[in-house]
């Protein structure tokens, strides 16, 4: 043969689980991703409204839960509790700030 030889490393093998956990904590490292919790009334298109103003943001919803049966909750709300892809730390502070310049009350976890 002539010429250089190469080996390729791939990665492969290694659990695509732990390639998972990997990428997420490197990404909570970066500051890519905002764990928040945001307080609605229960009513219709209370959600509908919060997504699109986190869309209009430019977040992107990795999970997303609706929790109404918190002892401290009253009985027309719910908190909703997410965690948000950003760009970095001055995108998730953005959101927050947005987001409660707009009426929500928002708990960054």
Not at 24 to 39: C, D, I, S, T
Not at 70 to 85: A, F, K, S, T
Not at 99 to 107: A, K, M, N
Request: aromatic share 2%.
């Amino acid at each position: 043969m002539e010429g250089p030889v190469v080996a390729v490393l791939s990665g492969g093998n290694i659990d695509p689980l732990v390639l998972l956990r990997v990428i997420r904590h490197g990404m909570v490292a970066a500051g890519r991703y905002l764990k928040m919790r945001v307080m609605l009334d229960d009513r219709p298109g209370s959600l509908a409204r919060l997504l699109g103003e986190l869309a209009g943001l430019g977040g992107n919803i990795m999970h997303i839960d609706h929790t109404r049966t918190d002892v401290g909750l009253g009985l027309n709300d719910v908190w909703v509790p997410m965690q948000i892809e950003t760009k970095g730390p001055e995108h998730c502070d953005d959101i927050v700030s947005r987001l409660r310049e707009v009426g929500y009350r928002v708990v960054r976890d």
